[in-house]
């Protein structure tokens, strides 16, 4: 199983990126899939979350200006980013909770990673 996340990059404060992540693979199913983003020497923190309904929750810095999305047809989890601001400049982790074929039980699979960084 592997989660691909892409979409990162250099933008203006004020402006948009759209974060996709792709889980592919021998998947039975996928649960909840989720942002983080990581700063250096700062611990990882979540940004949204989505369940396999459609039920979602973002952290307090996301609100109102981020919007965390899935295709369950096409494994995939978006997060489209708005309004951005310097602040926001981190690695962005995609994160996905998933059972793999032939097994019972869920685990957790992390992306490699994309890098978002907003200029003032």
């Known amino acids: 199983v592997q989660l691909q996340a892409s979409g990162g990059g250099l933008v203006q404060a004020g402006g948009s990126l759209r974060l996709s992540c792709v889980a592919s693979?021998?998947?039975?199913?996928?649960?909840?899939m989720g942002w983080y983003r990581q700063t250096p020497g700062k611990e990882r923190e979540l940004v949204a979350r989505?369940?396999?309904?459609?039920?979602?929750n973002y952290a307090d810095s996301a609100k109102g200006r981020f919007t965390i999305s899935r295709d369950n047809a096409k494994n995939t989890v978006y997060l489209q980013m708005n309004s951005l601001k310097p602040e926001d400049t981190a690695v962005y982790y995609c994160?996905?909770?998933?059972?793999?074929?032939?097994?019972?039980?869920?685990?957790?699979?992390w992306g490699q990673g994309t890098q978002v960084t907003v200029s003032s």
């Open positions: 994160l996905s909770n998933l059972i793999v074929r032939g097994t019972r039980y869920e685990a957790q699979y």
């Open positions: 989505i369940t396999s309904g459609g039920s979602t």
């Open positions: 693979g021998s998947i039975f199913s996928i649960n909840g």
